[in-house]
C-alpha cells in the first residue's frame, strides 16, 4: 500500500485554466504539507495543516488554496494558472510528534503551464 | 528564521570514492537535523537524522554528525555506489510542522 499517494503524476494544462491536486495519506499522521520543487530542485513549503487546520502558510499567492477534507487528505487547488506555476508539487505528512520529525513524501505531481 | 545552507552540486565522483556534502543552519532553537535523498522520478525519503548535539545519524554506509559548535551536519560516506546517484537534502526543524530544506545537492557516481 502507498503510504502518501498522490493524483495525478503529471498534468499539463493552459494558462488561465483551473486544477487540482489530491493528496490522501494511510499512515494514521495528524499533519499534512504540501511542497513546491522547482527546475533547479529547490524545495519550498507551501502550507501545512494539523488535524484539518492550517498551521503554514507562506508566501504564497492566494490563486492557490488547500482544502483539507479530514486528516487523511489534503487536497490543492490552483486557479488562474500561470506559466510560473509549473514545478513538482509535493504532498508529504508526520505524526505531528517533536521527537520524530520524519516526513513521509508523496511521488509528487508534475504540472506544466503552457 | 531558520534556514540551511549546503554546498552546491553538481556533485560527480568515480565509485568507491569518499563522499563529503557540505551542509551548515541557522535556528534559534535547538533543532533536528536530517538528510534526505530523493532518487529519479521519486519523493524524498528520510535517510538518516539526528536529533540532538553531538548526535551521529547513519543509514546505508552514510554518516552525520550534529555539531553545535560549528552548526554543521555534514553528510560523508567512505565508498560511493552508483546506485547512491540521487539529490541530497539537508533539512533542519525546530517543530515537527515546519521542515526546513537545503537547496539539495544533485550527486553522480559513475562507475
Known amino acids: 500500500d502507498t503510504a502518501v499517494s498522490q493524483t495525478p503524476k503529471y498534468l499539463v494544462t493552459q494558462m488561465g485554466n483551473d486544477k487540482s491536486i489530491k493528496c490522501e495519506q494511510n499512515l494514521g499522521h495528524d499533519t499534512m504539507y504540501w511542497y513546491k520543487q522547482d527546475s533547479k530542485k529547490f524545495l519550498k513549503i507551501m502550507f501545512s495543516?494539523?488535524?484539518?487546520?492550517?498551521?503554514i502558510n507562506e508566501t504564497v499567492p492566494n490563486r492557490f488554496s488547500p482544502k483539507s477534507p479530514d486528516k487523511a487528505h489534503l487536497n490543492l487547488h490552483i486557479n488562474s494558472l500561470e506559466l510560473g506555476d509549473s514545478a513538482v508539487y509535493f504532498c508529504?505528512?508526520?505524526?505531528?510528534?517533536?521527537?520524530?520529525?520524519?516526513?513521509?513524501f508523496g511521488e509528487g505531481s508534475r504540472l506544466t503551464v503552457l | 528564521g531558520d534556514s540551511v545552507t549546503q554546498m552546491e552540486g553538481p556533485v560527480t565522483l568515480s565509485e568507491e570514492a569518499f563522499l563529503t556534502i557540505n551542509c551548515t543552519y541557522t535556528?534559534?532553537?535547538?533543532?533536528?537535523l536530517f538528510w534526505y535523498v530523493q532518487y529519479p522520478g521519486e519523493g524524498l525519503q528520510l535517510l538518516l537524522k539526528a536529533t540532538k548535539a553531538d548526535d551521529k545519524g547513519s543509514n546505508k554506509g552514510f554518516e552525520a554528525t550534529y555539531r553545535k559548535e560549528t552548526t554543521s551536519f555534514h553528510l560523508e560516506k567512505g565508498s560511493v555506489q552508483v546506485s547512491d546517484s540521487a539529490v541530497y537534502f539537508c533539512?533542519?526543524?525546530?517543530?515537527?510542522?515546519?521542515?526546513?530544506f537545503g537547496a539539495g545537492t544533485r550527486l553522480t557516481v559513475k562507475p
Open positions: 533539512a533542519l526543524s525546530e517543530n515537527n510542522n515546519d521542515m526546513r
Open positions: 508529504a505528512s508526520s505524526r505531528g510528534d517533536a521527537n520524530t520529525g520524519e516526513l513521509f
Open positions: 535556528a534559534t532553537g535547538y533543532p533536528s
Open positions: 495543516y494539523n488535524n484539518k487546520e492550517l498551521i
